[in-house]
């Protein structure tokens, strides 16, 4: 058991083939935590051997799971996250591996809690994710009304306590709401994880909390640009597979939480949309995507899960 105290917490980092960005995600945020758990998802040969050298040479508590292959991110999170719980921490802080938290994130996150003055409500708490260069990367979306949301990046010097929902990478969540709210869904292996987490959270009535000045350098998947002259268009790219688990797991989340909140259900159906302008107009290999999302939509009104190749 960890030596009580206030607030103590643990880093859940699920890797899966990392780049060199892991030794820098490691070593900021061997600084912030009490605990980290790595949880390799089936990483062979020089990565494998990678990750256990890094993590040697960490000055924090680590510990390591290496999963004989992918169980998927769901799986992952919850083996780290049910062995960090067991030694008593009560903050559980989820990271991607290419994600890099600037030196005083968890400070932040936690003043924000700390200073919050329903903290009966606190159900999540997230950073303001950046690229490299320190522009805001991935947008906020508070709750506006019941059929709307607002997107918008979030400042620095911001805190907003009616997000709709939270990315996982960066969020810092209580004990005692993974507790009640229950643990990731492994069925999902991948994609909408932390969408399903987020409504589990707020049909509870938990409040989930971006923080601006808790910052988080985040890569989200593979782009692509196509150039209009001196401008461009910045748009990311899903394999197959992915848009089928996407479509998937959407169709899930939307059959269970969309008619409770039904401006997440009018954001997704834009999203689909505008998915399907993209794949129509700009990206290669439409059949085959095509495909996996039709799939995917029939999967999910089945409530099929768990991980298909395409």
């Known amino acids: 058991m960890l030596e009580q105290k206030k607030h103590s917490i643990a880093a859940i980092i699920v890797t899966y083939y990392p780049d060199d960005r892991l030794s820098d995600l490691l ?3 061997g600084k912030q935590v009490d605990e980290i758990w790595v949880i390799d998802n089936g990483s062979t040969g020089q990565s494998k051997k990678i990750i256990e ?7 924090t508590s680590f510990n390591l799971i290496l999963n004989k292959e992918n169980l998927g991110l769901a799986t992952a999170q919850n083996q780290g996250i049910k062995e960090a719980m067991n030694l008593g921490v009560n903050w559980i802080l989820l990271l991607d591996q290419d994600s890099i938290p600037a030196h005083d994130m968890t400070k932040e996150l936690m003043f924000a809690a700390d200073s919050y003055n329903k903290k009966e409500y606190i159900g999540m708490l997230t950073p303001r994710h950046e690229n490299d260069d320190g ?31 939270g990315m996982a990478s960066g969020s810092l969540i209580p004990s005692h ?23 589990r959270l707020r049909e509870l009535g938990y409040r989930i909390i971006g923080v601006g000045a808790a910052r988080l350098k985040h890569r989200l998947g593979d782009t692509s640009r196509i150039n209009f002259g001196k401008k461009y268009l910045s748009y990311h790219v899903h394999p197959a597979f992915r848009r089928y688990t996407i479509y998937r797991n959407r169709v899930r989340v939307l059959r269970q939480h969309g008619l409770k909140f ?6 997704e159906i834009l999203s689909i ?12 290999k439409k059949l085959s995507k095509f495909n996996a999302i039709i799939r995917g939509l029939i999967d999910g009104l089945l409530g099929k899960g768990g991980f298909k190749k395409f």
């Open 27 to 29: 070593f900021s945020i």
């Open 53 to 59: 050298k890094l993590l040697k040479g960490s000055n």
């Open 135 to 165: 522009k805001p990367s991935i947008p906020s979306y508070s709750v506006k009304s019941k059929f709307l949301l607002r997107r918008y990046f979030m400042d620095l010097n911001e805190v907003d306590d009616m997000l709709a929902f």
């Open 177 to 199: 709401v993974l507790k009640e709210v229950g643990m990731m869904k492994e069925d999902f292996w991948i994609d909408y994880i932390d969408y399903d987490f987020s409504f």
């Open 262 to 267: 039904p401006s997440f259900l009018i954001f």
């Open 273 to 284: 949309g505008k998915d399907f302008l993209k794949l129509i107009f700009i990206e290669d």
